[in-house]
């Protein structure tokens, strides 16, 4: 026999929606329908009634809220109840281009050149040599973003690997971010079809005697073989005072190039090599 009619009950339709993290969403949303059939109809033949949604149905404006569950009562010889139950993530309308992005930290180390200890003082030997090889661990934060795009400008992007900050990324004044890492996979979803999932590390420099906007300069001491003479202005090698020897190790340099021979006072070059650039136009955040 043929199931006459399947309608739905407003009354008995309902939901709820649920999380645990605040950015991933569960769905739960059921409705009753009233089914008219004949009297020798069975079970099966009610399941199969053509205006009931099956297994798997996507609800209404959802593309992923779907059927999973299905229940029968029979009411009468010809009254049947049935209950449909969907669920999901996300809500009514969920695209992977809506997702909030994910941002992680942590912390990485580097050795830096130092040639002042925990008080401002020059390391030197007992005679009042610079040391050369101190170094210092300096930790810095590490901050990395996940962010699906719908589409991105590679060339345009490749560029930020070479970079820094030029404004404030994350409460980070300029100069103190660069990009150390970036990937993209490009991944397809049916509700938007074909997307990019980009992951990009920035590694915040902690300034160690210096500004934010020099974070990243390559930083030597000003040094060398050679110093100017004040006499004339000439640069010549530099000698032993002692030997009258030129010099087999760089000697410090003030900032006029003349010899340097108070440690305290040495003096540190420092040389933009990143191009700074606008971060908060990547659209990661």
């Given at each position: ?10 009354s008995r339709h309902d939901g ?32 199969n009634a053509a205006s009931l ?233």
């Amino acid at each position: 026999m043929t199931v006459q009619a399947a309608t739905r009950m407003w009354s008995r339709h309902d939901g709820a929606i649920s999380t645990s993290d605040g950015r991933k969403f569960t769905v739960t949303i059921k409705e009753g329908y009233q089914i008219v059939a004949d009297a020798t109809d069975t079970l099966v033949e009610v399941a199969n009634a053509a205006s009931l949604p099956v297994i798997n149905s996507v609800y209404s404006g959802s593309v992923q809220i779907r059927v999973t569950n299905r229940s029968f009562k029979q009411v009468s010889p010809i009254l049947w109840s049935a209950e449909i139950v969907y669920s999901g993530e996300g809500g009514l309308t969920k695209s992977p281009l809506d997702e909030p992005p994910t941002i992680s930290w942590g912390k990485t180390e580097s050795d830096e050149a130092v040639d002042q200890d925990l008080n401002g003082q020059p390391i030197v030997n007992v005679n009042g040599e610079p040391l050369d090889g101190v170094t210092k661990k300096i930790s810095d934060m590490v901050v990395t973003i996940k962010r699906n795009f719908q589409s991105i400008n590679l060339p345009a992007t490749y560029q930020y690997l070479h970079s820094v900050n030029s404004d404030t990324f994350l409460g980070f004044a300029p100069g103190l971010g660069r990009m150390t890492q970036f990937s993209a996979v490009e991944k397809i979803a049916s509700e938007v079809g074909g997307y990019i999932e980009v992951s990009a590390t920035i590694q915040f420099r902690y300034p160690y005697n210096t500004t934010a906007a020099k974070a990243w300069h390559a930083r030597l001491r000003n040094e060398g073989f050679y110093v100017k003479r004040l006499q004339d202005n000439k640069v010549v090698r530099a000698v032993d005072p002692g030997n009258k020897q030129p010099v087999s190790k760089p000697v410090l340099l003030k900032a006029d190039g003349t010899v340097e021979l108070n440690p305290a006072n040495a003096i540190w070059l420092e040389f933009p090599i990143y191009q700074p650039l606008a971060y908060n136009s990547l659209g990661l955040v």
